[in-house]
């Protein structure tokens, strides 16, 4: 069974605010994604990591930033969140054997 | 580069009738494909997986999909559809090595009583 949590699980902020969302798996997966995804709509890829001390950016352009310093955490980092950033954040890990990718229950944001 | 292709935006069928969702992909050589289906406000739940091998292939809620090469095709079926079913359903294509995960655009389910 997977284990990949994240939290919050809800989160309502102000304009300005600096946040994280947090992100664990319990798998020993060597890479880690983060996705955004409005309601009902596609996903899109925003950042994702190899392993650690590896980071990328993903195919949309996201004003947030990750790092990677235990194989097991990949917190997402908001500097100054805007309305823009309301959205859902879901976490994904895979191991390196396979492509097969679990996501966590994701982290609803939304900015005032 | 892979892509993914899931025609329908949104599909209704009623309670106990069949269904089929359409995903075709792109890619050069024999791909890894998932389906994933996603609840309200949660994340996404793998359906089921191609890696290689037996071309038909059973997933989890009764939910099977077949390889079609000679289609570049991977349509996920169910032969008698619950109230419970109605979600989000993703396609996705991967390929060996590092590459992340390419998903379709989604197709929303409705199922009508």
């Known amino acids: 069974e997977a284990d990949i949590y994240q939290t919050p699980r809800y989160l309502v902020i102000g304009t300005g605010k600096k946040i994280t969302l947090e992100c664990s798996q319990t798998m020993g997966h060597d890479k880690m994604y983060w996705y955004q995804q409005d309601p009902g709509m596609e996903l899109h890829l925003i950042h994702y990591?190899?392993?650690?001390?590896?980071?990328e950016k993903g195919d949309l352009s996201s004003e947030s930033t990750v790092s990677r310093i235990r194989t097991e955490h990949f917190p997402l980092t908001l500097e100054s969140a805007r309305p823009s950033h309301t959205s859902q954040y879901l976490c994904?890990?895979?191991?390196?054997?396979?492509?097969?990718?679990?996501f966590g229950p994701g982290t609803r944001l939304t900015v005032l | 580069a892979q892509s993914v292709t899931q025609p329908d935006i949104h599909i209704t069928v009623s309670e106990g009738a069949s269904l089929e969702l359409r995903c075709n992909y792109s890619?050069?050589?024999?791909?890894?494909l998932f389906w994933y289906v996603q609840s309200p406000g949660q994340g996404l739940q793998l359906l089921l997986k191609?890696?290689?091998?037996?071309?038909l292939v059973q997933g989890i809620k009764g939910f099977e999909a077949e390889f079609k090469r000679s289609q570049s095709s991977f349509n996920l079926r169910k032969p008698s559809v619950h109230w419970s079913d109605a979600a989000e359903y993703f396609c996705?294509?991967?390929?060996?090595?590092?590459?992340?995960?390419?998903f379709g655009k989604g197709t929303r389910l409705s199922v009508i009583a």
């Open positions: 996705a294509v991967g390929a060996p090595g590092n590459t992340p995960l390419v």
């Open positions: 191609y890696f290689s091998g037996d071309t």
């Open positions: 890619y050069g050589a024999t791909p890894y």
């Open positions: 994904a890990s895979r191991t390196s054997g396979n492509n097969e990718q679990f």
């Open positions: 990591s190899y392993g650690v001390n590896s980071t």
